[in-house]
């Protein structure tokens, strides 16, 4: 009993101190913008919200009283699930958005059908730059978080057009694509996916994607000695296409995960937590690779991707990210035909 009662307390005082700590955080003038009010940048505002990242998130779409209307449905979930970051919707404002340490950027259009690849490129890209200005017209110190689509590309648009340290400018892809790894990896050895480490790299499409089996550990016991070659090979095959089944059973691309995976970003940015994610980022002559976005594991903290993380490729490995990276080339030479940079 005596025991039973210290525990409860010192749990007690456990979560005191996590929650004087969230609390610190929260008074720490964090404030964070996100643009779009989409499926996966509300989603992403939500998320970001009930973590309780900043203590003033800024929610920004072109399409008028939408991402007020997203905000104020967000806010009368405080009463309910108890956050209190203040979520402040606008439409194409931003001198709201200023003094924003960080910046998520979802604002983009989905490939509609008759849409060629170079069109989408030269819609979105168009949307991005002029977002990612207008935002550094406001705060010029912002990190910035891309998540548009085709988004390897749309980093490297950022990167080239901006001015920004490289460090200040994160591709958010890996991170999903790891997560839907990790995903298809407990489903074939049914066990808890937090228990999984696994990362994929390489460009964030389904032919350029590498979910890295050979890296993957269930509580540190290699996967590829608990699973065989047939199964390891579906469940990357899986991975790979873990976009494009979502978007067969929904109708249209999926935003939970995403939206979580672009938080769970902003997080390990706003806590300096140190933690390595698989990334979108600027090499230079990382993995064999220069000029281009691509992605790979980093550390991210408060300074943004702090440093690359190198995995020891075999050959075919390297050899996969090299036509990965060849394809993401591919697509970035059409910002140059459209001189968009
Ligand atoms: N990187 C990833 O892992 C990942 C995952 C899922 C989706 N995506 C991409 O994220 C983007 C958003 O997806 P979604 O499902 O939320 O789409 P959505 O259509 O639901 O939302 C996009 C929003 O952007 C807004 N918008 C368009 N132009 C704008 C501008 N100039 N300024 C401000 N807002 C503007 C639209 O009004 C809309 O509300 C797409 O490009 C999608 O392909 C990326």
């Not at 480490?197 to 390489?202: A, D, N, P, S």
């Not at 509580?219 to 608990?226: G, M």
């Not at 494009?244 to 935003?255: I, K, N, Q, R």
């Not at 075919?316 to 459209?338: D, H, I, P, Y």
């Amino acid at each position: 009993m005596t025991i039973s009662i210290f525990i409860n307390s010192s749990n007690l005082i456990t979560s005191a101190c996590n929650r004087i700590q969230l609390k610190y955080i929260n008074i720490n003038t964090m404030k964070i913008t996100v643009v779009g009010a989409g499926a996966v940048g509300a989603t992403c505002a939500d998320n970001i919200a009930r973590k309780e990242l900043a203590e003033e998130l800024v929610l920004l779409d072109i399409k008028e009283g939408f991402a007020e209307g997203k905000a104020m449905d967000m806010m009368q979930t405080m009463a309910l699930l108890g956050f209190d970051t203040q979520i402040k919707g606008v439409t194409n404002d931003y001198s709201q958005t200023a003094g924003s340490q960080v910046a998520v950027i979802t604002s983009g259009l989905p490939r509609k059908p008759g849409m060629t690849r170079e069109e989408l490129i030269g819609i979105n890209a168009g949307i991005v730059k002029s977002v990612a200005e207008n935002i550094l017209k406001y705060s010029p110190e912002a990190i910035i978080v891309v998540i548009s689509n085709p988004m390897d590309t749309m980093t490297y648009l950022a990167l080239k057009s901006l001015g920004l340290p490289k460090n200040q400018i994160i591709g958010m892809g890996g991170i999903l694509d790891s997560a839907r790894f990790k995903y298809y990896l407990s489903k074939a050895l049914n066990c808890n996916a937090n228990d999984l480490q696994g990362f994929v790299i390489g460009g964030h499409g389904d032919t350029t994607m590498i979910p890295l089996t050979r890296f993957a550990t269930y509580q540190s016991l290699p996967v590829t000695e608990l699973l065989d070659e047939v199964t390891l090979s579906k469940v990357a095959a899986d991975t790979m296409v873990g976009g494009a089944t979502l978007t067969g059973l929904l109708g249209t691309s999926a935003w939970y995960a995403p939206g979580a995976a672009g938080a769970a970003l902003v997080e390990a940015i706003v806590r300096d937590e140190k933690k390595i994610f698989t990334c979108c980022v600027a090499l230079d002559g990382e993995y064999g690779q220069s000029d281009i976005c691509l992605g790979v594991p980093v550390i991210v903290g408060k300074n943004g991707w702090e440093k690359i993380v190198d995995f020891p490729l075999n050959e075919a490995e390297q050899a996969a990210f090299n036509k990965s990276a060849e394809a993401v080339r591919n697509m970035n030479n059409v910002l140059t035909e459209m001189k968009l940079i």
